[in-house]
């Protein structure tokens, strides 16, 4: 009986979810915002979770930690991290993924599946997620609107930064803007890509128009292997 009880707390996991809830993430042109499908990837995850019977807890972080949520059992649980995501407001607006990833460090001492949910609009989060890595098995999952890497040639549009609040007219006709963007928007990807891969991290990326569902189950399959 006693080796059974072992064995049993020995598969039990924790599975943490790190969850951006900074301004960037309330926008999308096509299928839903970013921070809906955030909140109904990390409420797949979760319950998944809970149907193994494994601990659930999550960070809900912008440029300073917003929300701590501890680890434990039960559907309870799991609806208090979805309640939390609807009805979350804050004023901070930008991203530091290196304070959330250094908090996640400090706070998280045993070893659990982290799943970072984010559209990864920032950088300079490097040696905290590789410090992290070594501890932890993190999954990044980017969260992107298609209208974010390539801009509509639509003439003038007025144009906010969700982050600084800081509000200019754009002229989308002119193709050397629409490039620049496109790089922009490129050069953050590849920074998730490479930091990532480079702590032996897994990595998912994920279109708000896309079927989520389809290619949770394909990534976890190929995981699986």
């Given at each position: ?6 064995f ?11 969850i951006?809830?900074s ?8 299928g ?17 979770a809970t149907t193994?019977?494994?601990k ?13 949520l ?5 559907k309870?649980?799991i609806l208090?991290i ?24 400090n706070i ?7 799943f970072c949910?984010?559209?990864y ?8 997620l590789?410090?992290?890595s070594?501890?932890?098995d993190?999954?990044?999952?980017h ?5 974010e ?13 969700a ?10 006709s002119?193709?050397s803007?629409?490039?620049?963007h ?7 990807e ?16 994920i ?10 189950l ?8």
């Amino acid at each position: 009986e006693t080796s059974i009880k072992v064995f049993e707390e020995e598969r039990e996991l924790t599975v943490m979810l790190m969850i951006d809830v900074s301004a960037s993430a309330l926008y999308g042109t096509r299928g839903q915002w970013k921070s809906e499908m955030i909140t109904e990837i990390a409420a797949v995850i979760a319950f998944s979770a809970t149907t193994n019977n494994d601990k659930v807890g999550a960070i809900l972080f912008t440029d300073k930690i917003e929300k701590y949520l501890p680890p434990k059992k039960g559907k309870t649980t799991i609806l208090r991290i979805i309640r939390e995501l609807i009805s979350h407001e804050t004023d901070n607006t930008g991203t530091d993924l290196k304070m959330a990833f250094e908090y996640l460090n400090n706070i998280q001492k045993k070893r659990a599946i982290v799943f970072c949910l984010s559209d990864y609009l920032t950088t300079g989060y490097d040696t905290a997620l590789n410090i992290a890595s070594r501890r932890h098995d993190i999954v990044g999952i980017h969260i992107y609107d298609k209208s974010e890497r390539y801009l509509p040639n639509a003439g003038l549009i007025r144009m906010r930064d969700a982050e600084t609040g800081i509000e200019k007219v754009i002229d989308t006709s002119v193709q050397s803007l629409r490039d620049s963007h496109e790089v922009w928007f490129d050069t953050h990807e590849s920074a998730f890509k490479t930091a990532f891969t480079k702590s032996g991290s897994d990595i998912l990326s994920i279109q708000t128009d896309e079927d989520y569902v389809r290619s949770l189950l394909k990534f976890f399959k190929n995981r699986g292997r």
